[in-house]
């Protein structure tokens, strides 16, 4: 059970940082992911597009770094766009009405694009 | 790996009793999870429901590694003809003194949703937290 964090910086669309996740996020992993987040944010990265079609698996804190996240980027006017298709973890963000917050696509030039 | 046991068919209505004690560590949470669901699967439940109970047995657990304790992790599961109970404890005084779980899931804070979404994923829910320990009762039915 771990997770792998990759960013990358998109051709062609000024500013937009993704993050790519693959594993598990939870109470022992993630850790990992908010360090990343937040250092994209504290080096002046606010459009970010968090990539969790290789997450099998995500807990509330593994939520609840995603909003912190998207609460920091705000404060910049920023955003957090997601790519998921997981319909288990979409699911969750259903559940906890985090659906309404993030904006949740199919794929990641769905989710560029809308930035 | 056996066969799910489908006490519709073998008419048993005895109850199976599994316990597992692990350290109260975030690495450990992962085998809490995956031990309930490879129990759970032991019924009929659909693939969606493990998975609900899986994510609710992780969120019981950061609940008693965070409300506190000083004792370990221990997770009791009994199996019955049409249900799965769970019950997770970790005995000890409370690291955080009068912490309860929020009725809702306006609260974004850890404790908060992690126990909202056990509610909302599971049939019944019993939490109590004391100065003896803190435990929480997850029960998921078949069908439901």
Redesign the interface.
């Known amino acids: 059970m771990d997770i792998k964090v990759d960013v990358r910086q998109t051709d062609g669309t000024h500013g937009v940082s993704v993050v790519d996740l693959n594993g598990e996020i939870d109470v022992y992993t993630s850790p990992k992911v908010k360090e990343t987040i937040t250092e994209l944010i504290d080096k002046g990265h606010y459009a970010l597009v968090i990539n969790l079609e290789n997450v099998r698996y995500i807990d509330s804190t593994g939520l609840g770094v995603l909003i912190g996240g998207l609460k920091r980027v705000r404060e910049h006017s920023g955003t957090v766009h997601l790519v998921c298709t997981n319909p288990q973890i979409k699911k969750i963000f259903d559940i906890t009405g985090l659906a309404k917050i993030f904006g949740i696509f199919d794929s990641e030039q769905a989710a560029c694009a809308s930035l | 790996m056996r066969q799910p046991v489908s006490h519709a068919q073998s008419g048993s209505n005895q109850t199976r009793r599994v316990e597992l004690h692990i350290p109260a560590e ?2 450990w ?2 085998v809490a999870r995956l031990t309930a669901a490879g129990i759970a699967s032991r019924l009929d439940f659909s693939i ?1 429901d493990l ?1 609900d109970l ?2 609710a047995v ?2 019981a ?2 609940c008693c ?1 965070q409300n506190g304790g000083d004792g370990d992790l221990s997770m009791a599961c009994e199996l019955q003809s049409d249900r799965i109970t769970i019950a997770v404890e970790r005995r000890g005084a409370l690291s955080k003194p009068g912490a309860r779980p929020p009725a809702s ?1 306006d609260d ?3 404790g908060g ?2 126990v ?2 056990i509610r ?2 599971m049939d019944d829910v019993v939490y109590s937290s004391d100065q003896t320990g803190t435990r929480l009762t997850l029960i998921k039915r078949l069908g439901k």
Request: charged share 25%.
């Open positions: 975030p690495e949470v992962g969606e998975e899986k994510l992780a969120e657990c950061n590694i899931g974004a804070e850890l949703l992690g909202f979404l909302a994923l």
